[in-house]
């Protein structure tokens, strides 16, 4: 078994949130953990992780051929590693042209995978990228989504194959073999101390209630706009106004049309229903 | 055979490599093709694409071609079949002169550098933070280079250290490109599947080393303000040893206290400054003044 557990999920499905979280747990320190110097990172596509270990640029590579070592980077990075490492992720879980993991599973010690309910999802995606809801809704919606995709420019990432909002979910939680745990967001808003008392047990941490407590309270939404109003916070997209907007449950009603949310709905009907955001009947639950 | 000049040394090649200044004399290094082993005997390093022990380096890229690099003085090439002759250059230019450098006792910096009139200066920073683009700009303004991706410094017998030119290419992808006005259509792609282009500078490329003057560490931030901030003491020492090219291959290659006191040499006697711009619009134009001004 590999060293990486993965904080797996399509964007804006509360990842950032969970390790600030993890972060404060680990630190146990006095004051909040700073957002710009959060555990959890890089992101499993940064170029520099690559580079270093490889023994190569990437950017002289094409992309099959950084999808054909990515997994021999990963096992590296576990081999190398003495402890477990938590390593943010938003690629689906795929296979590269020898149709291996490109998130190798001899590198993988569990999967962390967050998910959210895909009308929230598109609205936050749209505030990130400050794109027009209309299309992140498209883009949950497209089979072949990726993110970082731009041939022309170098970019930090590598290009992130997202697929569609309901084939990353699938990816990630039908796939065997993997150590998993699911988590909703709506769950770690609602039911927060129970939700991530099970992710620090489930990370081989050691339970401790006032650690828990803590570090939630030092996590909550409001302090962390509050330190990204004195300190822009380094993973905002440069376009977008800011990164904790509401991180809120069921802000969609406010935004999408009748037929972005139908649209969603029809797309995304069987894995919402399976995660409990949509009712047998077809009633919306958040 | 074919003689070239880059980072004061003398290349003999068995083919061409138009990207390297081509010059005559007797040979420090020579670079052959050849039977290479698949592994090394005792690596004391395994990366993903290479191994290292002291005086060998292995590079294994199986569709382009395996490089055995030792001695400081020799490189094995065994190509695939079906690798080009471009693509077999490209990673010998990258990562095989790399090595090369460091088992010649070599400082070598993941850095872009040009020569300016109080000497030579180094621009290092993560890959997609603008080293290249601004390279290119600061090209445009009439500064010769000397580095784009690595760059070598020396010790003179005054124990000063010197800048070492590499060779006059620039690499952009198509975005750069478009960014300083550079037409694209008589260019050369590094790989036929890569929007990244070889820019040749042959007329704007100092031959000569050069006393190092300072470093430029370019990060990028999420407000629209650009910042300088000179560094002093240990954060100048970090900044060499955090920009040192590949430093795993210094392990295997076991070279570290050479590179540590070299290290501390180069960042004793250099100005470092960083530089912060925003991270969009990437102000190229405003950078590429500050900078100039920053130098007097």
């Known amino acids: 078994m590999g060293r990486i557990y993965w904080l797996a999920s399509y964007p804006k499905s509360g990842n950032t949130w969970l390790r600030v979280f993890l972060s404060n747990y680990w630190r146990n320190g006095d004051q909040p953990a700073s957002i710009n110097d959060l555990d959890g990172g890089p992101i499993a596509s940064a170029r520099g992780i690559f580079d270093e270990l490889a023994g190569l640029e990437a950017s002289d590579l094409t992309p099959d051929e950084i999808d054909r070592y990515r997994p021999r980077v990963y096992e590296q990075l576990s081999d190398n590693s003495k402890e477990d490492l938590f390593l943010k992720v938003h690629d689906a879980f795929t296979r590269n042209a020898e149709d291996e993991p490109i998130l190798s599973k001899a590198a993988t010690a569990g999967v962390i995978y967050l998910i959210r309910n895909p009308l929230d999802v598109a609205v936050s995606f749209a505030h990130h990228w400050n794109q027009p809801v209309a299309r992140m809704v498209d883009a949950l919606c497209q089979d072949d989504y990726a993110i970082v995709a731009n041939p022309k420019r170098l970019h930090n990432q590598f290009r992130q194959r997202l697929l569609s909002w309901s084939h990353h979910v699938c990816s990630w939680v039908d796939e065997p073999d993997l150590n998993l745990l699911v988590i909703r967001y709506e769950d770690m808003n609602l039911d927060a101390e129970a939700t991530f008392t099970k992710i620090v047990n489930f990370a081989g941490l050691e339970v401790d209630r006032s650690r828990v407590h803590k570090a939630l309270e030092f996590s909550r939404f409001e302090r962390l706009q509050a330190q990204e109003s004195k300190e822009e916070f380094c993973e905002k997209m440069p376009l977008a106004q800011s990164f904790f907007r509401k991180g809120m449950v069921g802000s969609w009603r406010e935004i999408l049309t009748e037929e972005q949310v139908e649209q969603l709905v029809i797309t995304h009907n069987e894995v919402m229903q399976r995660f409990g955001y949509l009712s047998k009947t077809g009633d919306l639950i958040y | ?296």
């Not at chain 2, 022990?53 to 030792?70: H, P």
């Not at chain 2, 020396?154 to 750069?176: F, M, R, S």
């Not at chain 2, 050069?210 to 970090?238: T, W």
């Open chain 2, 1 to 296: 055979m074919y003689t070239y000049r880059a980072y004061g040394l003398m290349f003999s090649l068995e083919f061409p490599c138009p990207e390297l200044l081509p010059a005559k004399g007797e040979p420090d290094v020579v670079v052959r093709y050849g039977d290479i082993p698949t592994s090394l005997k005792n690596p004391q390093v395994q990366g993903v694409l290479y191994e290292a022990q002291s005086n060998q380096f292995l590079l294994k890229l199986e569709n382009v071609a395996y490089y055995l690099v030792q001695n400081g003085n020799e490189i094995v090439i065994a190509p695939h079949p079906e690798a080009t002759a471009d693509e077999v250059r490209l990673f010998l230019l990258g990562s095989c002169l790399g090595a090369l450098l460091h088992q010649r006792g070599i400082l070598v910096m993941h850095a872009s550098a040009i020569q300016t009139d109080r000497g030579a200066v180094l621009f290092v920073g993560a890959s997609g933070n603008g080293k290249s683009t601004l390279l290119g700009s600061l090209l445009q303004r009439g500064y010769p280079m000397m580095a784009d991706d690595v760059t070598g410094i020396v010790l003179n017998e005054y124990g000063k250290p010197l800048v070492l030119p590499a060779y006059p290419q620039v690499k952009l992808w198509h975005d750069a490109c478009q960014q300083l006005a550079q037409p694209i259509e008589n260019l050369r792609a590094v790989r036929s599947q890569l929007e990244k282009y070889a820019v040749p500078t042959h007329h704007q490329f100092v031959d000569q080393p050069v006393p190092l003057y300072g470093v430029y560490v370019l990060r990028v931030h999420n407000r629209p303000d650009m910042l300088l901030e000179c560094l002093e003491d240990s954060e100048k020492f970090e900044i060499f040893l955090g920009n040192t090219y590949r430093q795993r291959f210094l392990d295997g290659l076991n070279m570290r206290l050479p590179h540590f006191h070299l290290a501390t040499v180069a960042a004793n006697a250099a100005q470092v400054t960083r530089v912060t711009r925003p991270t969009h619009p990437f102000l190229l134009e405003e950078l590429t003044s500050r900078l100039i001004e920053d130098l007097g």
